[in-house]
């Protein structure tokens, strides 16, 4: 017999696979998400993971672009793109249907996108991000708005206010500072981006003012930005986000975001938490970018904001929801030949809406119970000939221990019931 390689169990690298309390972790927070979105009033699209690779070149941010993304060529010579993040694909799509879409339009997207990054706490090569973006306003109304949406799923997964900050500055603050240092534009998303990365760099200095090429305009460059604490714009975003209720909102002139497509305010998430003091996630306005599709500009405001870190979040702060699979009920088999019976039942009881597995284990009745106990299955029904000869059920609770025997029209009402 010729000898096989064994098959490699691990996902590609940076990827995760999602067992059944992964995936139920994920649901929970896209339910989180999904459900404040809704609360605003926006509504949900969607897009392939593929676009072509045109749609990010020269658009978004160099560094995704030339060394984060996955772009291939099918088999048709088109260069594809697995995208990398969900802002150029919605611009997209509202371009497309820019005179059918009312403005202003609130969609938001859970999607999966794809950054070929160095794999770390936080980052991966595969993520799940929301997306929530408004086009059609230039008011800073909707720039309240993205932010206490943002504030609203924080507190919606149960975070308290104390738990992050809201970090808040304006690209054209970046840009009044570039002005009168007299930065030439050629230079600016370069150093925006050096910006952005500071805190991660140990020679963020030498790289500024080699990337300035002036030891004089990289120190005034970084002093003219402390100076500026806050602009009228701000303290007026400040006031609206107070006067919804959110009030931990910082001005945060270090914040710069790494995309070249940001124009005026921009924010990043942080955590509070001394073990995980780290942007979580972040967005800003983006007026010009529709316009590179030729139907003029239309102003835009959103945010992305990841499954990794919210996960970490959630946990560092004692967050996490406690797994429940979504089967109410499992039927044990206590002899073969109630297998027949016990699947009817099933089907009767999935018809009253009840989630009910059977056990094919063939096992002894016992290790079928504390199989249900180890998937945490919530009730448990022995079924053998008793039950079958009196159409009488004893379900039970395995958390509590109690039992209670009822006909089997009786069984979905009792579950619902303690279910709550
Ligand atoms: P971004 O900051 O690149 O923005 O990504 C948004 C969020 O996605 C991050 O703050 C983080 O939560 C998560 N994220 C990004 N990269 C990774 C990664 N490699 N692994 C895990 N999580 C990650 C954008 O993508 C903008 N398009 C957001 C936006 C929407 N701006 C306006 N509208």
């Not at 609206?240 to 909102?249: D, F």
Request: hydrophobic share 40%.
């Amino acid at each position: 017999m010729v000898k096989r390689e064994k098959l490699s169990v691990e996902p590609y690298k940076g990827v995760r696979d999602f067992y059944p309390e992964d995936q139920f972790l994920l649901r929970y927070i896209f339910e989180h998400m999904e459900r404040v979105c809704e609360l605003f009033g926006y509504e949900e699209y969607g897009a392939s993971v593929l676009e072509h690779a045109e749609l990010y070149r020269g658009k978004t941010s160099e560094e995704i672009v030339s060394e984060q993304t996955y772009t291939f060529t099918d088999r048709g010579e088109r260069e594809v793109t697995l995208r990398p993040e969900m802002t150029p694909t919605f611009a997209r799509m509202i371009a497309a249907k820019a005179r059918e879409v009312p403005l202003p339009a609130r969609w938001y997207s859970i999607a999966n996108v794809f950054r070929y990054e160095r794999p770390q706490r936080g980052r991966l090569r595969e993520h799940w991000q929301l997306n929530a973006d408004i086009v059609g306003v230039a008011g800073v109304e909707a720039d309240a708005e993205i932010i206490a949406m943002a504030h609203g799923i924080m507190r919606s997964l149960g975070a308290d206010e104390r738990n992050f900050e809201i970090r808040v500055s304006d690209r054209r603050i970046l840009d009044a500072v570039y002005d009168s240092v007299g930065i030439e534009s050629g230079l600016r998303s370069s150093i925006t981006r050096l910006l952005d990365r500071r805190a991660k760099m140990d020679d963020f200095k030498e790289q500024l003012s080699a990337a300035v090429s002036n030891n004089d305009k990289a120190e005034a460059l970084m002093e003219h930005l402390e100076r500026t604490t806050s602009t009228a714009y701000l303290e007026e975003l400040r006031a609206q986000l107070e006067h919804m209720g959110v009030r931990n909102m910082v001005v945060d002139t270090k914040i710069t975001r790494g995309f070249d497509y940001y124009t005026g305010m921009i924010f990043e998430v942080y955590d509070t938490d001394e073990n995980n003091k780290r942007s979580l996630f972040g967005g800003g306005r983006y007026d010009n970018l529709l316009a590179l599709f030729g139907g003029g500009s239309i102003p835009a405001v959103g945010f992305g904001m990841g499954d990794v870190t919210t996960r970490d979040f959630l946990e560092a702060h004692n967050l996490l929801p406690v797994y429940a699979p979504a089967t109410e009920l499992m039927l044990c088999i206590v002899e073969k030949n109630a297998l027949p019976h016990a699947m009817k039942l099933a089907q009767e009881l999935r018809r009253e809406d009840v989630t009910v597995a059977v056990n094919f284990s063939d096992k002894r009745v016992g290790d079928q119970i504390r199989q249900a106990d180890k998937m945490k299955i919530p009730f448990v029904i022995a079924v053998g000939a008793q039950e079958r000869e009196s159409g009488r059920y004893t379900i039970k609770n395995l958390s509590s221990g109690n039992e209670i025997t009822l006909p089997a029209d009786r069984i979905a009402e009792h579950l619902f019931s303690s279910l709550g």
